[in-house]
């Protein structure tokens, strides 16, 4: 490890590996990248925990248009990531599946799919009657419309895409190290230096805060507030006694549950009642959830599922943004050389292709050349102007 370095991104994770290889992969960059990753195995991180889906079925264009860039990444990432021996990746689109019960929800599913249908989405609005036609195996007592898209939406290898970024960073000369950043110094408007728990002090052009659910506390360290958060997810894979005879969408119940097709077995999640913030480190189970609503919902909307047996099951933390649930991305207006890749709230896998291009476009070039993310940029959080998302999972 040197003295000093271009670029310090503090977390190795998925936003690390992309930001960094995607730095590294540019022409126009010849500087060097440090990688602080406090725990390489990767246990704990958002990123061992995602269920790993891509899906266009956002309701603010901007989000369309970055999952859209990261269905056409993964579709063709041996190409474009440049890496001749990397592996094809697959998409598996079955597709997500929004239910609505309430006329008011029918109409902002609908509304929704105008703006999706409008960027090139296939998207359909369904009835009651289209949706029991190609999924017979729904109850659809209560429901009354239903979005679903299967081009390019649905499944894909996200550990593979995480594992060759960071593959090729490390062949491009980044430097990863297992340290944890605790201080930084900041004189005025940048950030000189950061302070690692094993005593070194790394003088530092940029800092790209790419650290998950703890990206408030790295904030924090350059005087900067971020308002995201840890909280708790619940995934639960489970086998059906009498299997589907189809796959099924990532169905999104109105209950909040959400289930699909994971291989020969089903997966489901929900969102937690009581849903707090949490410490960086607490991972308990509520075993409660599955009883007392995942699987009363996902049993009442397919009633095959009224027989299952769970054989896995597993909480992460969602890096939540508390103003609107959306990724918080680019440079601090005061402390120009400080870099967000944060509180993407669930969303943060699908995102990560155009995302970790748009950062690098930054650095290298002072402005975003493939898609603005500007809208999403930290101002809006000093302005208390959130980006109004309707399809938050």
């Known amino acids: 490890m040197n003295a000093a370095y271009d670029v310090v991104i503090v977390g190795g994770a998925i936003y690390g590996s992309s930001v960094a290889f995607h730095l590294a992969s540019d022409p126009d960059f010849d500087g060097s990248i440090l990688v602080v990753e406090r725990d390489p195995s990767y246990q704990f991180a958002s990123t061992s925990h995602t269920n790993s889906c891509i899906r266009q079925q956002f309701s603010d264009p901007l989000n369309v248009r970055i999952s859209q860039y990261g269905a056409d990444y993964i579709l063709n990432f041996r190409e474009r990531s440049g890496m001749a021996d990397a592996p094809a990746l697959r998409l598996h689109s079955f597709g997500y599946m929004y239910l609505a019960d309430t006329p008011t929800f029918a109409a902002a599913l609908k509304a929704s799919q105008q703006v999706q249908a409008s960027l090139g989405a296939g998207t359909r609005h369904m009835t009651p009657d289209q949706i029991a036609a190609a999924y017979p195996f729904y ?12 081009l390019n939406e649905g499944y894909f290898d996200g550990g593979t895409l995480f594992d060759w970024w960071k593959r090729g960073a490390k062949r491009a000369g980044v430097t990863f190290v297992t340290d944890e950043v605790i201080g930084m110094t900041r004189d005025g408007d940048r950030v000189t230096a950061v302070l690692l728990q094993g005593g070194a002090e790394v003088a ?13 506390r790295t904030a924090a360290m350059a005087g900067i507030t971020l308002p995201v958060e840890p909280r708790k997810r619940y995934t639960f894979v489970f086998q059906a006694e009498v299997p589907l005879d189809r796959d099924l969408p990532l169905t999104i119940d109105p209950s909040g549950v959400h ?16 849903d707090p913030a949490v410490a960086f480190d607490d991972f308990g189970f509520d075993h409660a959830i599955w009883e007392d609503k995942v699987w009363p919902a996902i049993a009442t909307r397919i009633p095959a599922f009224e ?4 054989i896995n099951e597993w ?36 995102q990560s292709p155009a995302l970790g291009r748009g950062m690098s476009e930054w650095i290298v070039h002072g402005a975003y050349r493939t898609l603005d993310l500007s809208p999403l940029g930290y101002g809006r959080i000093t302005a208390n102007r959130p980006v109004i998302e309707k399809a938050i999972i």
């Open 139 to 150: 109850d659809l007592d209560g429901i009354i419309a239903g979005n679903h898209n299967t």
């Open 204 to 216: 530092c052009g940029w800092v790209v805060n790419a650290s998950g659910p703890r990206g408030a």
């Open 259 to 274: 289930m699909r097709t994971d291989g020969k077995y089903y997966m489901a999640g929900a969102t937690p009642d009581h």
């Open 307 to 310: 027989r299952v047996k769970v």
């Open 315 to 350: 909480v992460g933390h969602y890096a939540y943004n508390t103003l609107d649930q959306n990724a918080v991305v680019g440079p601090h207006p005061e402390v120009a050389n400080f870099i967000f890749v944060n509180g993407f709230s669930g969303h943060g896998l699908q």
